[in-house]
């Protein structure tokens, strides 16, 4: 989940560096490819680790593509070439362990392709797969449109998200990024380069969207454009009540586009953690602390609504319908009226603090999973409380929560729960936090909880035939169909 701690523990700013002395084993490739393969210190240093500074993974090199038919090129000699070598696409390197690395083989930097065409119609548009969504949106909202699907942080590569699903505080009402693109062109682990769509070539299509770059890389995605607003009514409100806090969620998404709200999303308030107040009044601030402190856990739900014009009955409607019927705590609502694209670009005034405070390079050892809404209250009673309240100190987390997902979640419900547990390290108490994270998944499988890990990171094949259930089958076969000589994100560890 693109998602960002907002509450950080870390007492200590740590500075490390890959050393310079680093060598890559030598991949050689034939002048007739007229491909440059960088192999210097610093191409080969920035490539070998990810947002998730846990793991570093050294390539053999580096090319910077300045078309599609260059990767083309590429993957045809690796896959036919006498000296067989892997390939991983990489845009912003915002996974967390590896998945976009690849040991002694060649890091595709996709953000040297980069760019975005708008539709005359301005129903969509063609965007190159290293593009940032970010720049999606400056170049759409120029133009009065935008994608209607956005995960939480959008300086992340298109071809990034829709390698795995794409989500944020959007889904509920319009489907995580996957379930929003018309067409794409990929180039396969034989160097094919193919256009395809739900009616061309839908097995590549529908194997590519979600498929954690098995089958191909995505250079270029055409991408559903809707009406752009111009601002969002940004609440957020708290709850000392887990079932009201979760029942107001529920009530939310079920509601019509034009009576409801846009955007949804939660975090907890945990009084082992720090407890960021910053949105709210001055006034309440402290009295907030106290609620932490005296309930031990506070419910933060998080609301937006677009618009263009305030005067329109239905805004009122709306924000009336928040302030009067939802079960938060009286008196502990808060709103922001801010422009849409400062809404969707909030979390990096997040980023921008952490690096100013030598934060943001630091591990980041996640969690995501899919909770069935079945099993929500047994997963707050069996982790929350017994596992991340009892712990010394959390980071925080973060709900996120959808009824409409495509990608592989868990068993079909009409609402699945998106848990973000986002917490920052040292190096040295990495093992501790993944200590805990496997405490929390067994937990789940010994409470029968049906979770799905979001952004996993599987290193049995059992465990990934294990999550991809009834999909596996396809799965596989599609690789064998797409990258028989298994060439493509390696990183993943699948086959």
């Not at 590549?204 to 009406?227: C, D, E, K, P, S």
């Not at 028989?484 to 994100?489: D, F, G, H, Q």
């Amino acid at each position: 989940m693109a998602d960002l701690p907002l509450m950080i523990t870390l007492m200590t700013v740590l500075i490390y560096l890959l050393p310079s002395c680093i060598k890559s084993s030598e991949i050689i490739l034939p002048k007739s490819l007229n491909l440059t393969l960088l192999t210097d210190p610093s191409a080969i240093s920035a490539a070998s680790h990810d947002f998730g500074n846990i793991t570093t993974v050294i390539p053999g090199g580096v090319i910077c593509p300045s078309s599609p038919a260059e990767i083309s090129r590429l993957l045809s000699y690796a896959s036919n070439g006498e000296r067989k070598f892997q390939v991983a696409a990489r845009g912003q390197g915002h996974s967390l362990k590896g998945q976009a690395a690849v040991l002694n083989g060649v890091i595709v930097n996709m953000t040297c392709l980069a760019g975005v065409v708008i539709s005359d119609d301005m129903k969509y548009a063609d965007v190159a797969g290293g593009t940032l969504w970010v720049d999606v949106l400056k170049n759409t909202a120029e133009k009065g449109v935008s994608p209607v699907s956005w995960t939480d942080y959008l300086h992340v590569s298109i071809g990034g998200t829709l390698s795995n699903a794409g989500i944020g505080g959007e889904v509920f009402r319009n489907g995580p990024q996957i379930s929003n693109v018309l067409e794409l062109d990929v180039i396969t682990g034989k160097g094919e380069m193919l256009a395809c769509s739900p009616q061309l070539n839908s097995e590549l299509f529908y194997g590519v969207l979600g498929g954690l770059g098995q089958f191909g890389i995505i250079t270029r995605a055409r991408i559903v454009l809707n009406h752009a607003p111009k601002r969002a009514k940004w609440f957020r409100m708290l709850y000392s009540d887990f079932t009201a806090f979760t029942k107001d969620q529920e009530r939310l998404i079920s509601m019509a586009d034009d009576a409801g709200v846009d955007y949804l999303e939660g975090q907890l308030f945990m009084s082992n953690g720090v407890v960021d107040t910053s949105f709210f009044p001055e006034s309440n601030q402290s009295k907030i602390a106290d609620l932490v402190k005296s309930h031990g856990i506070i419910y933060v739900l998080e609301v937006a609504k677009f618009y263009d014009d305030p005067t329109l009955p239905i805004i009122g409607q709306v924000v009336d319908m928040l302030t009067r019927t939802l079960s938060y705590l009286p008196g502990f609502i808060s709103m922001h009226d801010v422009a849409y694209f400062d809404f969707l670009n909030r979390v990096k005034a997040e980023e921008d603090k952490l690096r100013s405070l030598g934060l943001w390079e630091v591990p980041h050892p996640w969690l995501n999973l899919y909770v069935p809404k079945s099993q929500i209250l047994d997963f707050h009673n069996g982790v929350v409380k017994d596992i991340l309240l009892k712990q010394n100190s959390t980071s925080g987390l973060t709900l996120l929560w959808d009824n409409r997902m495509s990608a592989m979640v868990t068993d079909e419900e009409d609402v699945v729960y998106i848990i973000g547990i986002l917490q920052s390290a040292t190096p040295q108490n990495v093992p501790e936090v993944e200590s805990l994270n496997d405490s929390i998944i067994r937990v789940c499988k010994d409470s029968g909880i049906k979770i799905k890990q979001y952004l996993m990171h599987y290193t049995r094949k059992e465990d990934w035939v294990e999550h991809f259930g009834t999909k596996w089958s396809d799965f596989s076969k599609r690789k064998d169909l797409f990258d028989p000589k298994k060439l493509l994100s390696p990183g993943q560890d699948i086959f």
